[in-house]
Structures are given as structure tokens and as C-alpha cells.
């Protein structure tokens, strides 16, 4: 089946750190990812979608310039949370379509990122 | 805008014993609707995929059931194992977009 491979799995860093946060699709390709944002005992939020060769759309509340998105690989989309602070931590998942999949989405593992 | 509600919340049962969970949302114009488990720190794992033009599905001891028309999804587990311990999610996605719209989840314990 669709495998997609999140890394970091865990990020723990201090405030004003830049996180990148890697989302690969290991055995298709995908031309659109998705970045969740979950906090606990919360659903998953979307944050941005994320579309191969293109900018990513970002949904309503979130910061563009916050949360840099790159998917500049049919394989590869990078989530970059910069200048982190405590109120960015929280639980981020990414998942990819494949289209020759009967199930919409696949989802990473996700990253537990920690601001001290 | 769609909003899906998941009830309970929480809920605890002894081992063997059978269980509903329930999802409902607002906009019944969905393409389909997705049950998932996550464990504590852990992404979601797909259990059950239901097309809007289908009723139910069945996965081993699993079977969701999908009401399109008054915005309602249930999923059952029969004879509950302590391993069933988990959030459950339910996301639905709305036609004509890729985009998924997730319930808070019900965090399901199951009691040796």
C-alpha cells in the first residue's frame, strides 16, 4: 500500500529556532500534500495544501510567512515553521493523494514539535 | 462551512463488549466519509472508507454505516479488545475537493 514517511518524528528546540518538517511519499507520487495541525485533545486542523510545481494555499488563520510550505518534488513536500515559539507546539501531520489508491489520503506519522 | 461532531467524546467499556460510535456533520453534500484510528503520538491509520452513493462497510470486526441524508455515520466494533484502545476520527470530504474535514474524535478505552 500508499506509504508516506514523516521526519522528524519528534522536534524539541529552543524559541526563535527555524523547523523544517519533511513529508515523502516513499512508493507514489503525489501531486498534492496536506499539512494538519493537531492540538490536544483537538481534531485535525488543515493548515495548507500543498501542490506540486505551485504555491501552496494556505487555509483561513494561517500564516503564510509563518508556515513555509515547498513541494518542489512529485515525492517530497517541506513544511518550515520559523522563528518557533511555545504557541507552535503542537502535533503536525502530513498526508499525500494518490490517485491510483482507493483511499483519498495517506498520512505520515506525524512530528511532535516542542518550543521551549 | 462543514463541521463534523463526534459523540462521546470518551468512553470506556469492559473487554468483549460491542460499541458504537457515532459521527454526524452539517453539509450532506460529501463524496465520502473516513473512519480513522490514532494511537497517542501516532498519525491515522484508515480504517473503513465509505463512497457517498454507499451505505455501510465492513473490516473484520469493524462495520460503519453511513447516512447521507441526515448527516449521520456510525461505526461498530463487535466483541471490543483491549488493543481497539484508541482516538477514533471520523473526517468527511466534500465533493469536489480533496480537502478533509475531521471530528475531534472519541477516545475509546477498552478494560481488560
Known amino acids: 500500500g500508499a506509504v508516506v514517511s514523516q521526519h522528524p518524528s519528534r522536534v524539541i528546540c529552543k524559541s526563535g529556532t527555524s523547523v523544517k518538517i519533511e513529508c515523502r511519499s516513499l512508493?507514489?507520487?503525489?501531486?498534492?500534500m496536506f499539512w494538519y495541525r493537531q492540538f490536544p485533545k483537538q481534531s485535525l486542523m488543515l493548515m495548507a495544501t500543498?501542490?506540486?510545481?505551485?504555491?501552496?494555499?494556505?487555509e483561513q488563520g494561517v500564516e503564510k510567512d509563518k508556515f513555509l510550505i515547498n513541494h518542489a518534488s512529485l515525492t517530497l513536500s517541506t513544511l518550515t515553521v520559523t522563528s518557533a515559539h511555545p504557541e507552535d507546539s503542537s502535533f503536525y501531520i502530513c498526508?499525500?493523494?494518490?490517485?491510483?489508491?482507493?483511499?483519498?489520503?495517506?498520512f505520515g506519522d506525524g512530528t511532535r514539535l516542542s518550543i521551549l | 462551512k462543514q463541521e463534523v461532531t463526534q459523540i462521546p467524546a470518551a468512553l470506556s467499556v469492559p473487554e468483549g463488549e460491542n460499541l458504537v460510535l457515532n459521527c454526524s456533520f452539517t453539509?450532506?453534500?460529501?463524496?465520502?466519509l473516513q473512519w480513522f484510528r490514532q494511537d497517542p503520538g501516532k498519525g491515522l491509520t484508515s480504517l473503513l472508507l465509505i463512497q457517498s452513493s454507499q451505505r455501510e462497510q465492513t473490516s473484520g470486526r469493524l462495520n460503519a454505516s453511513l447516512d447521507k441524508s441526515s448527516g449521520r455515520s456510525t461505526l461498530y466494533i463487535a466483541a471490543s479488545q483491549p488493543g481497539d484502545s484508541a482516538t477514533y476520527l471520523c473526517a468527511v470530504n466534500q465533493g469536489g475537493s480533496e480537502k478533509l474535514v475531521f471530528g475531534k474524535g472519541t477516545k475509546l478505552t477498552v478494560n481488560p
Open positions: 512508493d507514489f507520487q503525489a501531486t498534492t
Open positions: 498526508s499525500a493523494s494518490s490517485p491510483n489508491s482507493n483511499q483519498p489520503q495517506h
Open positions: 453539509d450532506s453534500a460529501i463524496y465520502n
Open positions: 500543498s501542490n506540486e510545481g505551485s504555491k501552496a494555499t494556505y
